[in-house]
C-alpha cells in the first residue's frame, strides 16, 4: 500500500514538474527577449499587401529577431497573420516576442519627418517623397499633372509646385500619394492667408505669378537684405513689359543646375522658361521657395531698379542699378573678376 501511494505521488509530482516546465517555457517564449542585434534605432518597413510570410521572411532575413520560430508560434496564436498592418515600426534590442506582435498588430508604428526644402523639379519632389514613404510615384506624378484637382487649388500642371512649400511634415510611412499631397497643400492653403491674399491683390498678380517671382529670387541669392530688392527689378521690369532675362531661368531650361555662368549661347536655348527669349514670367516655378521668399516678394520695396547683378567681391551680395550704363559697369567689374577667378 505505501510503495502503491508512493508511485502514485511521485507521478503527480512528475506531471505537475511538467505542467510547471511547459508554462514556463510558454513563458519564455512570449516574455523573453528575442530581437536580434538591432541597437535602438533599426526600423522594419512593412509594405502594403504583405502577408505573414513576408513577414517573417523579412524579420529572419533582416536580423530583426533571433528565432523565428517563436515569433511564429506567438504570431500564429494571436492572430497577426489577419491583423498585418503595413507601415514603419521601431524595433528595439531585447524587445521580446509579445512586445513585436503587440506593436505589429495594433500598428502602433513610427511615424516619418518628411523635410522639404528647395527641389527644383517635379521628379525631384516625387523623387524625395517616394524615397522616404511608401507613396507610389506613378500616382503622385498623375497627381501633379491633374488640372482638374489642381484647378481646386487654382493651379495647374505647370504651377503644381506652387502647393509644396519648404516645411517639416509628419506621416505615416505608408500614406497613399493623394493624402500626401493633400496634406502638403492644406500647408500651403493655410500659408495663404487673407492678409497674403491682399498684399497679392494689391499687386494685381495671381499667387502662382507672386511664388513664380519668388523662386527666381530663391534661386538668385541666399542673402535675405537682397531677396526684396532683387523681387522689386523682376516685378519693375514685368511692369514695364521688359524680358525678366533672369539667368536661373535659362538654367532651369537647360536642365542643369551645375553651371556657374550663364554665357551668350545659353541665351538662345529654347524653352518657355527662358527669360531671355521670352517676355513675361515662366509658365510656372523653377524651385520651391521658402515661406520667407514669398514674404520678401509680397513686401519687394517700390523702387526704380531695373537692373542687378552680383558684387564682384564674391561677398554675395548685389549691386543694383537704374540704368543700363550703371548696370553695364557692374557687369564689367563682375565679369572680370570672373575672368581673374577661371570661372566658365
Not at 491633374?146 to 495647374?156: E, F, I, M, V
Request: hydrophobic share 40%; aromatic share 10%.
Amino acid at each position: 500500500m505505501t510503495s502503491e501511494v508512493s508511485r502514485k505521488s511521485s507521478a503527480g509530482t512528475f506531471l505537475l514538474l511538467g505542467f510547471v516546465l511547459l508554462l514556463l517555457s510558454g513563458a519564455y517564449v512570449i516574455f523573453a527577449p528575442n530581437a536580434g542585434e538591432v541597437g535602438s534605432g533599426k526600423f522594419l518597413y512593412i509594405r502594403t499587401g504583405s502577408t505573414i510570410n513576408d513577414l517573417t521572411g523579412q524579420l529572419e532575413a533582416g536580423g530583426y529577431v533571433r528565432s523565428v520560430g517563436t515569433f511564429k508560434l506567438l504570431a500564429s496564436a494571436a492572430g497577426l497573420d489577419k491583423h498585418i498592418r503595413p507601415g514603419k515600426y521601431q524595433v528595439s534590442r531585447g524587445m521580446s516576442n509579445y512586445k513585436l506582435v503587440r506593436m505589429l498588430r495594433s500598428g502602433h508604428q513610427t511615424p516619418v519627418k518628411l523635410v522639404i526644402n528647395k527641389v527644383r523639379t517635379k521628379r525631384d519632389f516625387v523623387q524625395l517623397v517616394c524615397n522616404n514613404l511608401e507613396a507610389d510615384s506613378n500616382q503622385l506624378y498623375r497627381l501633379l499633372d491633374d488640372d482638374k484637382l489642381l484647378a481646386s487649388y487654382h493651379l495647374s500642371s505647370e504651377t503644381a509646385l506652387c502647393a509644396v512649400l519648404p516645411d517639416s511634415y509628419e506621416f505615416f510611412w505608408n500614406t497613399p500619394a493623394d493624402k500626401v499631397f493633400k496634406k502638403i497643400a492644406a500647408n500651403y492653403h493655410a500659408f495663404w492667408n487673407p492678409a497674403r491674399r491682399a498684399k497679392v491683390e494689391a499687386r494685381h498678380l495671381t499667387v502662382a505669378q507672386v511664388v513664380t517671382v519668388a523662386s527666381i529670387v530663391e534661386e538668385e541669392t541666399n542673402v535675405a537684405e537682397d531677396k526684396p530688392l532683387i523681387a522689386s527689378v523682376y516685378l519693375n521690369r514685368e511692369a514695364k513689359g521688359m524680358k525678366l532675362q533672369a539667368d536661373p531661368t535659362v538654367k532651369f531650361a537647360i536642365g542643369d543646375f551645375t553651371i556657374r555662368r550663364v554665357t551668350g549661347a545659353m541665351l538662345s536655348y529654347p524653352s518657355p522658361y527662358n527669360t531671355y527669349l521670352n517676355y513675361g514670367l515662366p509658365p510656372g516655378p523653377i524651385c520651391t521657395p521658402l515661406p520667407e521668399t514669398i514674404d520678401a516678394v509680397l513686401d519687394a520695396p517700390e523702387t526704380k531698379n531695373l537692373y542687378f547683378c552680383a558684387k564682384a567681391d564674391f561677398s554675395g551680395r548685389s549691386a543694383f542699378a537704374v540704368t543700363f550704363d550703371e548696370q553695364k559697369k557692374n557687369a564689367a567689374a563682375y565679369q572680370h573678376a570672373l575672368n581673374e577667378r577661371g570661372i566658365k
